[in-house]
């Protein structure tokens, strides 16, 4: 098993910036797959970002060149990079392992002024 714990959401104005961490322990050499996902009041989850290996992150069209999901292997953790937040960013964030086979508790992330 793999747990996932997401940290650093929080309140933050139109235009800023905002980095998530999803710190993973348990079996984490089972990991070959990162992602992120979010979800806004009253509306489906959807694919925020996701990383395979060496291979070319995938955004979605609404986050892209906002939005970079890296990953620190030694620290067990994947991180998601926001810029440029806008108030549609607003949602509950989560963090997932190998497309969705564990998956974090969420992080609120709100951007208003």
């Known amino acids: 098993q793999v747990q996932l714990v997401e940290s650093g959401g929080g309140l933050v104005q139109p235009g800023g910036s905002l980095r998530l961490s999803c710190a993973a322990s348990?079996?984490?050499?089972?990991?070959?797959?990162w992602g992120w996902y979010r979800q806004a009041p009253g509306k489906q989850r959807e694919l925020v970002a996701t990383m395979t290996g060496g291979t070319t992150p995938n955004y979605a069209d609404s986050v892209k060149g906002r939005f970079t999901i890296s990953r620190d292997n030694p620290k067990n953790t994947a991180y998601l990079q926001m810029n440029s937040l806008k108030s549609e960013d607003t949602a509950v964030y989560y963090c997932t392992a190998n497309y969705g086979k564990y998956w974090g508790q969420g992080t609120q992330v709100t951007v208003s002024s």
């Open positions: 348990g079996k984490v050499f089972s990991i070959y797959a």
